[in-house]
């Protein structure tokens, strides 16, 4: 195949479409149940935990495509990163919802009531800007609840609203997202009759804790699903699917190897599917194949994530081969935790005397943290992603 024709499939460093969407089946089935409550007015609330890469965005967006083909609802997704303010969240609301709704033919009616505050801007008035008054926007703030039920009850032709608010993490840090949202959640199940709102939060797992933390009643509002990582089942299925959607075949020895290297984690998986991708020049994904896109990938890792943590000391000898040691160990299961002494019998002198100035240099980096249990002398891995690039490194250091 001429390289110039050639276009993957897989897509590292984005959410994966929802046709391309892999397992989570649990999960899916979960959250789809509650879709007829809310289609007959019933507001469902979710809140999706993961840690960094596992698949929030990526789930919050393959059901919310589902929303709106099965069950004709509006959607909204709302890029929450770096908002720290409700004001900048309701802002983003109302603005996502507009722009989704523009080119309905029944949206005039809205966007005539809405006249003062919003303007168009871009090639043709292509994107809508919301810029409501303070006052306007401290009236919605507080009534969100009634600001959206009336806006949906203006929706012709759709049966809902299906908002999706990704990454929350920013407004964790103080009580104001967690009162306010109970008690847009609490207006909306008991002052409105007809609300057919379903919303979506997403968030690092000890960001959840934290709203909950200021508010126990979060507990009470949202479905609360934790992603994990993928089954080899899953991923298998994954590599099956796209290379059969080329006419690409692959030996059941590549097919492990992909496997195997990926470690559960989706983005490794895209990564490693891509790279394979480029690698193979017939057609036919032999382990060679598999091997190099492996090599490659976890070369794409380092350079994306971890080369600007790396410092000169740390690039050290002793200590790159601490971390070889200790990825070799954790890349099964990249977010489990190691102490000291799970090493002492495989560390030569070396990197037992530096062991301690070690963990010290990679907590200060960011590279490794105490673990979630904050237990003395346990730590883990800030990203999984890297452990699997250590033991990458430390297998191409033993075959060289
Ligand atoms: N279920 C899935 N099937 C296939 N690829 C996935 C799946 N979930 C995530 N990915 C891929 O993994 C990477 C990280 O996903 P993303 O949804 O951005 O994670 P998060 O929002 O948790 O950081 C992306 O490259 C995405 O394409
Ligand atoms: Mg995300």
Redesign the pocket.
Known sequence: MDISEKESLF??????SPD?????EDIISDILKYFPAVKSGNPQHFFIT?K???????LANFTSDFARKNYSMVTAHIMNDGVHTIDELVIQIIERILNSIKSEKWSDKIFKLMDKYVESVGFGGLNIKFKPSQDELTNIKDNLAFYLSDLVSNFKDKDGLFIVIDDVNGLSHTPDFANWYKSFADTLATSIEHAPICVML?GYPEKFKKLYTHNPSVNRIFHTHELKR?SNEDIEN?YKTIFSSYNISISPDALSTMTEYSSGM??M??EIGDATFWKDTDRYIDNTDAINGVIEAGNRIGLKYLQPLLDNKIRSESYLSLFKKIGKKLAASPNSTFTKKEFENILNETESSVFKDFIYRAKKLGIIELSSSKKQGEYQFTNQLYPIYFLIQAVLEETD
């Open positions: 897509q590292p460093g984005q959410p994966v391309r969407f892999k397992g989570r993961g960094r890469g596992i698949g929030k965005t990526s997403t993928l994954f989706p983005t998986m895209q």
